[in-house]
């Protein structure tokens, strides 16, 4: 929620689950390795304390209210902004996040809590650049789930909460936000996210 002033850039990746985006995202850290380009590549909940914690719960949400659990990723995002984001935003890189605040308010947001609350509790947080949002139906993304990865779902993935988490993603007017579709090929999706880099890279 605060202006990126740094000559580093933020490009996240969003989506509900099992829409490709974290292959996406390896896919353009290698393209703009082979560029030059200087690269922090992350992700979200980060592997710090309130991350680990996070992680913990996957299992069984229940443990906790939706409010703790709220705290619980703001934390983790306090934590990984100051620890790893804006160091490398100052000093010049390109950081590409899987998963950043657009997240908490559409799954978060689903599980109740309001979007602009939920936004509001972000505001020491650094806009993104550029925000690619992935979008599949939910049953495509479950099936790569459970049949691609062999995974069960984990109580985020679940289908009835994950249309909730698709129509808070839908609803979101952001400015950096640029809409993908992921049911094309994996190549065909990585040139569309290098047009929209590209541009991002020129306008600076
Ligand atoms: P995910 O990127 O799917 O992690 P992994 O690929 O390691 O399983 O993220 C884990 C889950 O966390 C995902 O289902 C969405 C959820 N999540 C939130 O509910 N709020 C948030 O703010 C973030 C960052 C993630």
């Not at 299992?59 to 990723?73: K, N, P, V, Y």
């Amino acid at each position: 929620m605060i202006k990126n002033n740094t000559s580093g850039l933020l490009i996240v990746f969003e989506g509900t689950d099992g829409t490709g985006k974290s292959t996406q995202l390896k896919l353009l850290e290698t393209a703009l390795r082979q560029r030059g380009f200087s690269i922090e590549s992350t992700f979200e909940p980060s592997n710090g304390r309130y991350g680990k914690q996070i992680r913990a719960l996957f299992t069984d949400r229940r443990q906790i209210s939706r409010e703790e659990e709220l705290d619980l990723f703001i934390a983790d995002r306090k934590d990984h902004v100051d620890r790893l984001i804006t160091p490398a935003l100052q000093s010049g890189k390109v950081v590409l996040c899987d998963r950043y605040y657009l997240s908490t308010i559409a799954y978060q947001g689903a599980a109740g809590l309001d979007p602009d609350y939920i936004l509001s509790r972000n505001y020491f947080a650094p806009d993104p650049d550029l925000a690619l949002l992935f979008h599949t139906p939910v049953e495509t993304g479950i099936r790569r789930i459970t049949e691609g990865r062999g995974e069960t779902l984990n109580d985020y993935e679940k289908e009835e909460y994950l249309q909730k988490v698709a129509e808070q993603f839908k609803q979101m007017k952001l400015p950096f936000i640029q809409r993908i579709d992921a049911t094309s090929d994996i190549n065909t999706i990585h040139k569309e996210v290098l047009e929209h880099v590209t541009l991002l890279l020129k306008s600076q």
